[in-house]
């Protein structure tokens, strides 16, 4: 029979961002746009996002050394890579993995037209698309120059087709955003629009959690993965970090 899949896939947040707390005072202020110098891809971590992550590498590194992943994947974003560097760095991660793969399809989803302006800002400044995506709902919608969460899901069929051919029986450590680890539950557990969007209605995918798979054998097929966690965030509240939920840099629209 041919194992297609990793024996697991654990999926992970990145840690709070810097971004956060220019978001924050934002919202506060009433503002229409987030002050933020960085692009987006250039946010690091935040000094929590650091502990969440320093936390969770522990957590794995408690792990027996062949029950670790052997595999790591994460989007190009800095905040990605360092949520990465740090789960490694505190012997997260099996001896024999080699270095990162850096996969470009893992990036964050884009905002186009939306980037960096809040909720109100949208609505002051661009009615029409505030509009749009009330009409469309945020699976289809997509804003000017940015993408849908079908475009997403699309990239990310791609993404795990690599998975699939080069990591099979691998444990696999793939480190991301939010709308990515959503979009990867929709795609692994043949969900509709409608699952996936109640999902995300009951609350924000949490910094640093843990969505884990792990493979089954099923007779004349290839297998499947199984879930057996989702937003798991014991790793944190286990070493002292805080948990938080940081919504994107334009949260309303992701």
Known sequence: MLHRW??????????ESAGNVARDAAHEAGLARIDIAER??????????RQQAVALGRWFAQMPESERPNVVLTSPFVRAQQTVACIRQEGGVAREAPAN????RLREKELGL???LTRTGIEELLPEQADLRARLGKFYYRPTCGESWCDVILRLRGAMDTVSLHHAEKRVLIV???VVVLCLRYLLENMTEADILGIDAEGDVLNCSVTEYAYRAEDGTTGRL?????????????GGAPVTAEPSLTEDVR
């Open 40 to 49: 987006d891809v250039d946010v690091p971590l935040s000094d929590r996002g």
């Open 6 to 15: 990793p024996s697991r896939i654990w999926i992970v947040r990145h840690g």
């Open 101 to 104: 793969f850096v996969d470009e």
């Open 176 to 178: 991301a955003h939010q």
């Open 226 to 238: 199984d879930l057996e966690r989702y937003n798991f965030v014991a790793p944190m509240e286990q």
């Open 114 to 116: 939306l980037d960096r």
